[in-house]
């Protein structure tokens, strides 16, 4: 299992549970998920219609599709997975307590 990051990744889809998405629609102008590539690993950030979030870890499969959420990194429900309604936007980000910065001085922070 491999951690894949790809640029403009973003599919609409259906939350099952706090398990996975089933994705779905494709979103004009981005590319499918497959480009993650099945079985592998990717930074994720869901949002629904009504304000909920998530950012975290999930798991790619060509059955379905779907993207299994196997870390929850943030929410607006305190951290924890979400329960959301309707249809999800979910899409490849790249979450800020993962990202490698310098600092002023140039360092790795």
Do not use: C, H
Not at 34 to 42: C, F, P, Q, R, W
């Amino acid at each position: 299992m491999t951690l894949a990051l790809n640029d403009r990744v973003q599919q609409t889809g259906t939350a099952n549970t706090t398990v996975s998405f089933t994705l779905s629609g494709s979103v004009t102008g981005y590319q499918s998920f497959a480009v993650i590539g099945n079985g592998n690993t990717t930074y994720y950030g869901a949002t629904d219609v009504t304000g909920n979030w998530e950012v975290g870890i999930g798991t790619y499969s060509t059955t379905g599709p779907t993207l299994t959420r196997t870390t929850i990194l943030a929410s607006s429900n305190s951290g924890s997975a979400v329960t959301f309604s309707g249809t999800v936007n979910v899409f490849v980000t790249y979450p800020a307590e993962k990202s490698v910065n310098l600092d002023g001085s140039g360092n790795v922070s």
